[in-house]
């Protein structure tokens, strides 16, 4: 999945005529605290809600302010993980995307980018989690893979975590059925470390109601 297929149209980009009562107005009404200025096309920077409750008058057009606004942004074809790591690194709930003349196309919401990594982890479809530990050196998701479809299983998503100044790491596996047994036995036989796992009554319930409330969170 790219940047362009992850645009929202919902929260309009600001004018430079725009005033800062104006952009407070929209920023409550559309649960952010940054917003994306654009003058003729052309992406201006990023406006946080700091720099305007730190001004004497509010009413003020932003053309008047002296601002040094931060500029993140991702081209219309860079990939989902990259968006993620740009939200990360510039700490902001929204981020523009942009096309190859640099041109402003749109944004990205936080909330948007939790939609669709809730769809990446399959949080939505039942099934069960693994986590096996091993070897950075002895890792490979096609012996990983042929294990788990010996048992008639699918994996639905995978993702790694590493360890600082360590050689080993975890891969956490979400596989598409609710009985695991097998599948656990087959790991076992071989010598994989299984750190945890958890069925459909365990996990996938308590995940989803989760996931559920923290989007309500979001979207009051």
């Known amino acids: 999945m790219i940047a362009e297929e992850l645009i929202s149209y919902e929260i309009p980009p600001l004018k430079p005529t725009d005033t800062g009562t104006k ?6 009404e ?7 200025v654009v003058k003729s096309k052309k992406y201006v920077g990023i406006i946080e809600e700091s720099d305007l409750l730190d001004r004497n008058n509010i009413a003020d057009r932003l053309e008047s ?14 990939h989902i993980f990259d968006v993620i790591g740009l939200f990360v690194q510039h700490d ?31 949080v939505a479809n039942p099934g069960s989690i693994i986590t096996l530990e091993l070897n950075m ?3 490979s998701m096609t012996e990983i893979s042929r294990l788990v479809e010996s048992n008639d299983a699918k994996i639905l998503a995978s993702f790694i975590t590493s360890h600082p100044n360590s050689t080993k790491i975890e891969v956490t596996l979400k596989i598409n059925q609710t009985d695991i047994s097998r599948v656990l036995q087959t790991f076992e ?5 299984i750190t945890a796992s ?7 319930q308590d995940l989803k109601n989760r996931y559920d409330e923290f989007m309500r969170f979001l979207n009051p």
Do not use: C
């Open 65 to 78: 302010y002296t601002l040094n606004l931060k500029k993140p942004f991702v081209f219309k074809h860079q």
């Open 30 to 36: 559309f649960k952010v605290k940054d917003m994306a």
């Open 92 to 122: 902001v709930d929204v981020l523009p995307v942009l096309n190859e003349k640099e041109e402003y196309l749109g944004l990205i919401t936080s909330k948007n980018i939790l939609q669709h990594l809730a769809d990446i982890v399959s």
């Open 189 to 193: 036989r071989f010598n994989y470390t």
């Open 137 to 139: 050196v002895d890792y």
């Open 198 to 204: 958890y069925n459909e009554s365990d996990y996938h």
């Open 23 to 28: 952009v407070l107005q929209w920023m409550e």
